[in-house]
């Protein structure tokens, strides 16, 4: 890197959900600015072909197969990250379960769950052993939670989703705060529509493309190298006073 600031070199990043998405593109921009880097995702396979792209970038990489809705799996997985790593300065708990479609009033209680258990319960899991970590080892770090802007803005058929992100949002201001003592700072990023394997369905449907595409000032979907640079800058020193936000990345989407 040319500017040191940004620089991670000696920083262990943990990336939740890294195997492809946005937590790919995360992992990838870090591994890059210099930092090692575990990723955990629950596809064995897919966590392989990941771990392969960043070492290419001569750094250690490592992945682990885990479901972050499991306390007992995270629990064991933190522990053996910190057995790969040495320790983790920064979390990035992107792991993220959606399941849209089904009317409000016609939802399970296993949709319900289905997201809840991934997408709050995952994240408490998680960020529970990293902060215990960061705390004893003394040196501070960086939380950062992938939200939405479901968490802002009506999403028919995803409201159990939605109120999960914005769950995450609370989750974050109050960890700013508790833990600001401790060095410790967290932020939530949202971003908006973004190309990904969970996404795919929804950029098939021409009406959907139709109706979104044209409020998006940027004319383009976002991809997941949008979010590099604001997981680099989060992980480094550069964001040292920044803590307790909601960081919105979507093309201009929600300002027209």
């Known amino acids: 890197m040319t500017n040191s600031t940004f620089d991670l070199s000696g920083k262990s990043i943990l990336v939740t959900g890294g195997n492809s998405g946005i937590g790919l593109g995360m992992a990838e921009a870090v591994a890059e600015a210099g930092a090692d880097v575990c990723i955990w995702s629950r596809n064995e396979e897919k966590n ?139 932020n939530a990023i949202l971003p908006g529509w973004v190309e990904t394997n969970m996404t795919a369905p929804l950029f098939d449907n021409e009406t959907f493309v139709g109706k979104t595409m044209p409020r998006i000032p940027q004319r383009r979907w976002g991809t997941p190298r949008d979010f590099g640079p604001i997981a680099t800058y989060f992980a480094s020193d550069a964001s040292a006073y920044h803590t307790g936000d909601a960081v919105v990345i979507d093309g201009g989407y929600s300002c027209f």
């Open 48 to 186: 392989t072909l990941a771990v392969e792209k960043l070492q290419k970038h001569g750094h250690k990489a490592f992945s682990l197969v885990c479901d972050v809705s499991d306390p007992k799996q995270v629990e064991e997985c933190f522990s053996k990250t910190i057995r790969l790593l040495g320790k983790v300065d920064a979390c990035f708990a992107n792991a993220g379960n959606a399941w849209l479609g089904t009317p409000f009033h016609e939802m399970t209680l296993e949709e319900w769950h289905a997201i809840f258990g991934v997408n709050i319960d995952g994240v408490f899991f998680t960020l529970k052993s990293t902060l215990a970590h960061m705390v004893e080892q003394g040196n501070g770090g960086s939380i950062v939670i992938t939200s939405s802007l479901s968490a802002k803005y009506g999403m028919p058929t995803g409201e159990h989703y939605a109120a999960t992100k914005a769950g995450v949002i609370a989750i974050v201001r109050a960890i700013a705060v508790e833990y600001a003592r401790y060095g410790i700072r967290a």
